[in-house]
T-cell receptor
Framework: SQTIHQWPATLVQPVGSPLSLECTVE??????LYWYRQAAGRGLQLLFY??????ISSEVPQNLSASRPQDRQFILSSKKLLLSDSGFYLC????????????FGPGTRLTVL | TQLLEQSPQFLSIQEGENLTVYCNSS?????LQWYRQEPGEGPVLLVT?????EVKKLKRLTFQFGDARKDSSLHITAAQPGDTGLYLC???????????FGAGTTVTVRA
């Protein structure tokens, strides 16, 4: 069966510091991968998605970037964090089928102080 | 980006009561998914509906996809405290790999 991992689970970082969040998927090959940000108790905002190694599509211009160095690895980064980057970050995968159901990781709670 | 509107935003009911959550859009979707999320965790898929007019039942949960594939509803019968959570609907666009999410409905079931 497929599993998706995210780490760290929680992170507290000072403004201006760099960021690296990692997501890995097991049990599938060539998945579509996604990064979302969620405000407290609300819907999900798509940040980036990738349909293959090295292929990144950005949905929202911002202080963040994403990379996919391996087939089942997706990384969310920032060179300098802003206060507004605080939030709950979720990684998801799908197999790109007709009904493109997405499956989510456990999330990372990021607090920028 | 297709816009999905969920209603109501908040819903608080007594254990044993029924509830319905709505998800509406002016756009047509290839499929629509419902997720439930608990605080501090990732959303968990409940169901995917694909065919217009489709009705799926999952124990006490009934999901319906509108005939025109623009809207959906989630009905819970005899709600239990374990049904408490944030319910999210998400629609898959026709020509891309992305889902558009509604803002969610926070459901609280009081014992």
């Amino acid at each position: 069966s497929q599993t998706i991992h995210q780490w760290p689970a929680t992170l507290v970082q000072p403004v201006g510091s760099p960021l690296s969040l990692e997501c890995t998927v097991e049990g599938t090959s060539n998945p579509n991968l996604y990064w979302y940000r969620q405000a407290a108790g609300r819907g999900l905002q798509l940040l980036f998605y990738s349909v293959g190694i090295g292929q990144i599509s950005s949905e929202v211009p911002q202080n963040l970037s994403a990379s996919r160095p391996q087939d089942r690895q997706f990384i969310l980064s920032s060179k300098k964090l802003l206060l507004s980057d605080s939030g709950f970050y979720l990684c998801a995968w799908s197999d790109g089928g007709t009904a493109d159901t997405q499956y989510f990781g456990p999330g990372t709670r990021l607090t920028v102080l | 980006t297709q816009l999905l509107e969920q209603s109501p935003q908040f819903l608080s009911i007594q254990e044993g009561e029924n509830l319905t959550v709505y998800c509406n859009s002016s756009s047509v979707f290839s499929s629509l998914q419902w997720y439930r999320q608990e605080p501090g965790e990732g959303p968990v898929l409940l169901v995917t509906v694909v065919t217009g007019g489709e009705v799926k039942k999952l124990k006490r949960l009934t999901f319906q996809f509108g005939d025109a594939r623009k809207d959906s509803s989630l009905h819970i019968t005899a709600a239990q405290p374990g049904d408490t959570g944030l319910y999210l609907c998400a629609g898959e666009g026709r020509d891309d790999y992305k889902l558009s999410f509604g803002a969610g409905t926070t459901v609280t079931v009081r014992a």
